[in-house]
């Protein structure tokens, strides 16, 4: 695994294709961000400098888009700025840029022969505040900085393009300048210290964002500048601009720096670099939702909060990094919205009603409030939470949303025409693509150790229950292993109902081996573990679909359409690779953790690909493994951090008796 620093030189940075196929990501604990490409030419609408969630987490709007800088120097100027233009990139920065670093913050060096510019960019954790900082390390005389500001002003998903409604005119007084782009927007201020503005304002045409127009998207933007800033620079003088949603004037933005690299240093205690990155990348992810809770960001940059996401992704983000705390918010968070005996699987972007369009994300939610208690002995957390539990085992019994009940045999089935309910949910239009209406082999092994959770906990909570739960679980295991052991490969149905017997080879049926009550022992869980392993491991995930099955696509690329048609039908998801590492461990013991560890460490190239520092979400199927989805996702992360400490390291506390 590489060092915690992450660099790239001149072959790299200087190297336009390169340079914006790499992205960097600075986020600020409520759902904003900042992010581009190593170039600073923006290659998606959900790039910008100033992305403020304005619910948080949601509600997220793009308002400070970029800022493009030019270095005044005695025998010229230098614009260091990118942008993508039909025909035409201009200007021609990324020339200049000699090097970046990811360390804690993005940093890019510019460099001639006769100067050097070090540019830091980071977000203050807690606020809609960016921190700019610009070091001339060396230079033939004075200099001058010139920035342009561009705004944009619009929802994250949507795109701009010129119109009279914009607010033309910037307001600049004592070094601040405060712009709103239009009634009822957020107003951005920018101070610069010691600068001077000049208001030009204008519109530039036909900003170009390549990966929208892979995705089969709209991809041209215009972009609104009210003028031109301009502050001196002297060596050895560092220059540190404040942007925000808030007033900066009078901030230190110099401590506020440092109280961030304090603050990340803080995250992990671990000397392990590994442990140190992912923690790193992990805190990414950890975000407020309103006043008093907190919730976990499924993946940049255009997911909010998801129920399955959080529940699966809360033991890695939350429980082995030591932020306790933050875990019992979330829990907290979701259980406040139980309806009908299910957990949200969304919250959406506007801030309307939860959707509970998921079967899953309840029986995910077992696992956290178990694995919370196993870490912390919490018990005043799970007493409290003890209701809802009961509460979701009853509503499952008769039957909840979408068809969801436990059927006479005691598994679960759930599902209804139109609506896709487990994780592999993609949906275009009115066509599902991998309807799973029945019972599902990952569904009921959540349902088994949903009700093995249930037993347990009744020990503690409600002593006389425990024998119902350890009824219902027996009935339930049993009944699993009659109807999903597929004797001609060796391995599990992905699906039952009342018909047939789904034998498409999907990973889903390791949740078997994996999550704390398996169904499986022997030499039956080995051969599914071997089947899994020719069929679906790759380097950087496990394939949702095995080759050769029918619908098989190896790449997910293309408009929407495609793209969700290859989603779950061969594509490798990295998260995957936690259950598997989980499950390998767990049936052949120490032997196996250095492959496993090399199965891990392997993804250190990926960390200097995509999203720079951390895990992409989906790859695909085949060579060479492309990056696909987002660049940062939680549980790609929160899985391979889990299964690193809790299933190489051994570092999870031991299970609690009683």
Known sequence: MAAERIEFDARITADLSQAVSREWLETNGL???????????????????????????????????KLDETLVLPEGSMELGCNLYPGAVHPQGYHHLKGFALDPFPIFTYETQAWTLRKTIAMVHGEHTLLLRYELLRAPGPAQLELRPFFAGRDYHQLTRANPHIRTQAQFEEEVLHFQAYEGQPEIYLWVPGGHYAPVPDWYYNHLYPREAERGLDYSEDLFTCGILRCPLEVGKPLTLIASTVDPRGRDGEGLMRAEVQRRAGLTTSADPLIRRLSTAADQFLVRRGDNRHTLVAGYHWFTDWGRDSMISLPGICLVTGRHAEARSILLAFSEHLSQGMIPNRFPDAGEEPEYNTVDAT???????????????????????????????????????????????????????????????????DWVVTPRQGKAVEINALWYNALRIMEELAGLFSPPQAYLYAALAGRAGA?????????????????????TCDPSLRPNQLFALSLPFPLLEGEKAESVLAVVERHLLTPYGLRSLAPGEPGYRPRCEGPPWERDGAYHQGTAWSWLLGPYITALVRLRGEEVRAQARALIEGLGAHLGEAGVGTLSEIFDAEPPFVPRGCIAQTWSVAELLRAYCEDILQLAPPRRQG
């Open 31 to 65: 759902g904003g961000w900042a992010s581009s490409t190593l170039a600073g030419a923006h290659t998606r609408r959900y790039h910008g400098l100033l992305v403020v969630a304005t619910r948080p987490p949601v509600g997220r709007m793009v308002m400070l888009s």
């Open 363 to 429: 029986l995910w939610f077992f696992v956290a409030v178990y694995k919370y208690l196993h870490y912390t002995g919490d018990r005043d957390l799970v007493a409290s939470l003890w209701p809802a539990l009961e509460e979701i085992v009853a509503w499952h019994q008769r039957g909840t949303r979408f068809q969801i009940r436990v059927e006479e045999d005691g598994l679960l089935s759930a599902g209804e025409p139109g609506v896709q309910l487990t994780w592999m949910d993609a949906k275009v239009g």
């Open 479 to 499: 009944r699993f292993g009659e109807i999903f052991w597929n004797e001609e490969q060796g391995c599990l149905y992905d699906l039952v109902d009342s018909e």
